[in-house]
C-alpha cells in the first residue's frame, strides 16, 4: 500500500483538448489533472520504479495553469514514498527513478478496468508501451 505523506507543486503539461479546451473558453487558471495518454505513441515505455523512491500522486489534483506558458501547469501533488510505482517519464531510464520525481502510479493501476471499459464503448483502442523493465511482483 501507498502513502502519500505531503503535497508537493509538481509542474504537468498541459494537454489541450477535452478540460484544457474547456479551461481557455472560460478563461479560467485553476483546472484538475486527469490521466491521458493522448501524448504518448510507440517510442515511449513504462519506467517501473523501486519501492521506496519517492513519486507523485497526481491523479484529480488541483492544478494552476502558468500564466506565462499555458502549456505548463503546477499542480498540487501527493508525494508518495512508499510501494513501487509506474510512469510514463524517464524514457526507461532507471537511473532517473531516483533524480527525478515523477508523476506515476501504483503497479496495480486501479483505473485500468475503468479506462479500457470507458474507451471501448466509445469504440477507441487501448494500447499501453511496454513496461521496462519488467514490475516486481
Known sequence: ????????????????????????EMDLTLVRSAFSTVNVNANFGVLSCPSGVPWANCLDVECEIDATNPALAKCQCLTVRTGESLTFGGGCDTATCTTTIWSAATPDLPATTQYRKGMNQIGQPVNFPKTCPAPHH
Open 1 to 24: 500500500m501507498s502513502v502519500a505523506t505531503a503535497v508537493d507543486p509538481t509542474t504537468l503539461a498541459v494537454v489541450q483538448g477535452w478540460m484544457g479546451q474547456i479551461a481557455n
